[in-house]
């Protein structure tokens, strides 16, 4: 099976740079990716890794390292608008990839 | 172009009765998924659709639980003889391929079973 783990709350400054570790337990393994959701709204995509290294996207970064079983979600100039919570997610091969498992989501709170 | 939408957006049922969710994926996309959110919690997987076949139902809670998916397109999710306990919000998503790296979600439909 898989499992995903995540820290369940993060305070930070604005304009702060903030990073959000998930590792994972998994069977086989497609990819790692990030949504962010906040109150009462939809998930929204953030980053897809498959490959080790980094992935950059404006204020967010995206890292993988496969050897590990690591990943993690940097985001840059911490914005008020940022508070909110951040998902990993990866497919579980298990099931022929199609199940979707998301960890249980870290809080994101961003100070003044 | 449009999102994918769901109704409705609230739904307040009595317990024992049965309720039906719908989602609209976004069109084209031919993998649509449906997981159930409960508060402060993360996403449950319950099913997921390739064209209009089920793959994989390996999430659904129990046979009260179905799910069905027409013309490619518009999918439904049916609970049958709710129970307090299936009060949660309920997020479709869809995704143009089957590798479902990038999901796009609907705003989810808010159930309460009182």
């Known amino acids: 099976g898989q499992s995903l783990e995540q820290p369940s709350e993060v305070t930070a400054v604005e304009g702060a740079i903030v990073q959000i570790n998930c590792t994972y337990q998994?069977?086989?393994?497609?990819?790692l990716s990030w949504y962010q959701q906040h109150d009462g709204g939809a998930p929204t995509f953030l980053s897809y890794n498959a490959l080790d290294g980094l992935e950059e996207t404006g204020r967010f970064s995206s890292f993988l390292s496969r050897s590990d079983s690591y990943g993690y979600l940097l985001l840059q100039e911490l914005q008020m608008k940022d508070s909110a919570s951040y998902f990993c997610a990866v497919r579980d091969p298990g099931s022929g990839g199609f199940k979707t498992i998301f960890g249980a989501g870290t809080r994101l709170f961003v100070k003044a | 172009g449009a999102g994918v939408s769901q109704s409705p957006s609230n739904k307040v049922t009595e317990k024992g009765k049965d309720v039906e969710l719908r989602c609209d994926p976004i069109s084209g996309h031919t993998a649509l998924y449906w997981y159930r959110q409960s508060l402060g919690q993360g996403l449950e997987f319950l099913i997921y659709?390739?064209?209009?076949?089920?793959?994989?139902k390996s999430g659904l809670p129990s046979d009260r639980f179905s799910a069905e998916r027409t013309g490619g397109s518009v999918s439904t999710l049916t609970i049958q003889r709710t129970q307090q306990e299936d009060s949660a919000v309920y997020l479709c998503?869809?995704?143009?391929?089957?590798?479902?790296?990038?999901?796009?979600f609907g705003p989810g439909t808010r159930l309460l079973v009182l």
């Open positions: 659709f390739q064209g209009n076949s089920a793959p994989d």
């Open positions: 998503a869809s995704s143009l391929g089957q590798l479902g790296e990038t999901q796009y």
């Open positions: 998994t069977s086989g393994f497609y990819g």
